[in-house]
């Protein structure tokens, strides 16, 4: 994704936006920043009731204080919106990728020839287009025919076209996206609105994030702060007016003043700066080329110890190409090769495809028609691990060595044993062994091959510091899994695992307490995706995956965890550490001007007012300036996110303790007697 930064621009839009959240539909969604914007209302009401002779306090106080109430609402609402700034600024790019185009509608998948030409928008779910080489996809899809290099640069701001091709985990295809060499045949399977392109617009846009569950939480803490000091604050009007009456001196508290000191005391920094914090998060994300569709996700991250991963197309490349046949012995390999290329003649996998083009270029074995003989083709499955074709009484069979071991077996044969030799030295290499048999006779093997991602070995040595495990799961043998495991680096691995078997094994992590993530992009992949905690699909892989997951890596990277992660702590992390600075804050204050508010009524009191303060007045303004300024003040840290370290969690939590707690004790004292001297220095009391 175009990483946008913050410039003019986002600027100019966010003070306008802060403009446009001063409607009350807008300020209900936060109840601590609606203390403070009822309380600027009401000192508007106490200023304008002053021309009345209605007097609270001194009208050209009363109007100060509710000038910085009011600009108090204002900066919090620029924390949020400079915040959605960037996220606007990048569904505005994305949103040029989404012009509607002319599709060609099909008729049916087998006549190119006959289509309609309609625009995009109108294209429902099921309905079939043709593209090619020029053409921008309409929709977003599932290929069902032909392969092509697609140009995803539109989403992935990566320039290097992708392969799309019909049946195996690189079948999806998203509308906005261009051809740039052959055709393909679409199955459209989104409708107008509710695209890929349509989602993404809105998750960087904002517009569906939701309030996460810890966020709720946080919330409801800050709500109750509030509430107990609205109380605390209420109950000092009537209080200093009966013991003003008692000590028959001087005059009881103003509204004004007591409004301008619950807004003091309310958590009004962290819940000014709540959601920012959140949306830069996912922002952040963004800019890292993932897109998560939960913000609960991204706090999940942030805990995540234990990482599994699928191999075929999420460790390696994934496009698995048949390179060798290898028969066993007494089997001539034109024999081997007639028999694979029969078994893969109707298998849409990239696999089947490879070995029909490698059996016709070494010995010219055309694709034959098998319509006549009554053939009944076997659909490869994640389950049995195997595909095949049925005819004349013939059965060819062609699979995972275990799954074709089991097979010819059961069917009362012999599995040779040099078979195993061919395997061994296959799965060694690193490549998918593929054993073929015919009426259960084992003939050989096809060696596909495959390659590890770049540079996966130094960064799952980084997640490993990070403190996450990372287990490789695959339906793949043993012995391949192993060698893919030694190269690519990861701790441990699972091999000839089904969906099930991916599945039973999350939900075992998690019974023990971990917390999973998950990355993969196949459709057997999908219900393990479900059940992670952070689920990251692979953007080169099938709908299906991309369904399952609550994140999308546009970079399809095997370690993308890694940022995922930093983010998520981060997030956490910066969330802790302003709530502390927060409340630490409003205890200070609390002792700072309790004292001198009843100056008034007792002058011994004065005493008390260790910073010296010049006048009553003169320490609420200052307080409920630093108040406001302070959330100005803490934007870039609420974007940019407190430094992360990687240290141990309890060392990290005693840091941040130290810093932002006792920062946000000692900071107010400081601040508010600076701007108390600059007030009465200045003359402007
Ligand atoms: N077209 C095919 N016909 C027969 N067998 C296949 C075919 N494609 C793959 N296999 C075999 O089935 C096994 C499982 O394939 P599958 O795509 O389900 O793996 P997976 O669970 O996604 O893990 P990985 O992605 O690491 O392979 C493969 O390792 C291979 O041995
Ligand atoms: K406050
Ligand atoms: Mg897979």
Request: aromatic share 6%.
């Amino acid at each position: 994704m175009n990483g946008k930064h913050i410039n003019k621009s986002i600027f100019n839009d966010a003070f306008r936006q802060s403009l446009v959240k001063l409607s009350p539909r807008v300020q209900l969604k936060n109840p601590v920043m609606l203390v403070v914007y009822i309380g600027a209302i009401i000192t508007t009401f106490l200023y304008i009731l002053s021309f009345m002779g209605i007097k609270d306090e001194n009208s050209w106080y009363t109007l100060d204080i509710a000038l910085i109430l009011w600009l108090t609402v204002l900066f919090a609402n620029f924390a949020e919106s400079i915040a959605e700034g960037r996220g606007r600024a990048q569904a505005e790019s994305l949103r040029s990728a989404k012009k509607d185009v002319k599709a060609k509608k099909l008729k049916s998948a087998t006549n190119i020839d006959e289509f309609t030409e309609v625009l995009s928008n109108t294209l429902k779910k099921g309905d079939l287009v043709f593209v090619v080489a020029g053409n921008q996809i309409p929709m977003d899809g599932e290929v069902i025919d032909g392969a092509a290099s697609v140009d995803e640069s539109a989403i992935t701001g990566e320039s290097a076209p992708v392969i799309r091709e019909s049946g195996g985990d690189r079948s999806a295809v998203t509308g906005g996206t261009t051809v740039v060499s052959d055709w393909l045949i679409i199955q459209v399977t989104a409708e107008a609105g509710e695209s890929f392109l349509d989602k993404m617009i809105a998750m960087v846009e904002g517009a569906t994030r939701k309030k996460t569950p810890n966020e709720i939480a946080l919330q409801i803490l800050l709500v109750t702060l509030t509430i107990i000091f609205l109380v605390v604050t209420a109950t000092l009007l009537p209080f200093s007016k009966f013991v003003g009456k008692l000590a028959g001196s001087g005059t009881a508290i103003s509204i004004t003043n007591v409004i301008a000191l619950l807004v003091c005391l309310a958590p009004t920094t962290i819940g000014a700066l709540l959601s920012s914090i959140g949306i830069a998060g996912m922002s952040r994300l963004n800019q890292a080329n993932v897109l998560a569709m939960s913000g609960r996700a991204i706090e999940a991250a942030g805990d995540v110890d234990i990482l599994l991963l699928d191999k075929t197309g999420t460790i390696t490349l994934g496009n698995r190409q048949a390179s060798e046949f290898i028969p066993v012995c007494n089997v001539e390999e034109r024999e081997l090769a007639d028999a694979a290329q029969l078994s893969s003649l109707a298998d849409e996998t990239a696999e089947g495809r490879s070995i029909v083009i490698l059996a016709k270029e070494k010995f010219d074995i055309r694709g034959r028609d098998l319509s006549q003989l009554n053939a009944n083709f076997i659909e490869f499955s994640a389950r049995t691990r195997m595909s095949g074709v049925d005819f004349g009484g013939n059965e060819i069979r062609k699979g995972a060595v275990d799954a074709i071991k089991n097979y010819v077996l059961q069917k009362g044969g012999e599995y040779p044993s040099d078979c195993d030799q061919i395997v061994q030295r296959v799965a060694g290499a690193g490549g998918t062994p593929l054993v073929v048999a015919h009426n259960a006779k084992v003939l050989g093997v096809i060696y596909l091959k495959d390659i590890v991602k770049n540079g996966v070995k130094e960064r799952f040595s980084d997640l490993r510091k990070m403190g996450i495990k990372t287990i490789m799961i695959t339906g793949d043998n043993p012995m391949t899994a192993a060698a893919i495991a030694a190269e690519a680096g990861v701790d441990d691995f699972l091999a000839e695992a089904t969906p099930e078997a991916k599945l039973a094994l999350i939900r075992d992590y998690q019974t023990k307490g971990h917390l999973v993530a998950m990355t993969g992009d196949g459709t057997n992949d999908a219900p393990a995706l479900a059940q992670a905690d952070v689920a990251v699909a692979m953007n080169t892989g099938t709908q299906a995956a991309k369904e399952a997951g609550n994140m999308v890596d546009l970079d399809s990277s095997p370690t993308k965890l890694i940022d995922i992660v930093r983010i998520g702590k981060q997030l956490l992390m910066t969330r802790g550490a302003l709530t502390t600075f927060s409340v630490a804050n409003d205890v200070a204050k609390y002792f700072a001007i309790i004292p001198v508010l009843f100056f008034g009524i007792f002058p011994q009191l004065t005493t008390l007012n260790i910073l010296g303060f010049t006048s009553t007045t003169s320490a609420i303004l200052s307080a409920i300036i630093y108040n406001a300024l302070i959330i100005v003040f803490l934007i870039p840290l609420a974007l940019k996110g407190v430094k992360y370290r990687e240290l141990p969690a309890g060392k990290l939590l005693k840091r941040n303790i130290l810093i932002y707690g006792l920062g946000g004790v000692i900071a107010p004292f400081l601040a508010i007697k600076l701007i108390d001297m600059i007030l009465t220095v200045s003359g402007l009391l």
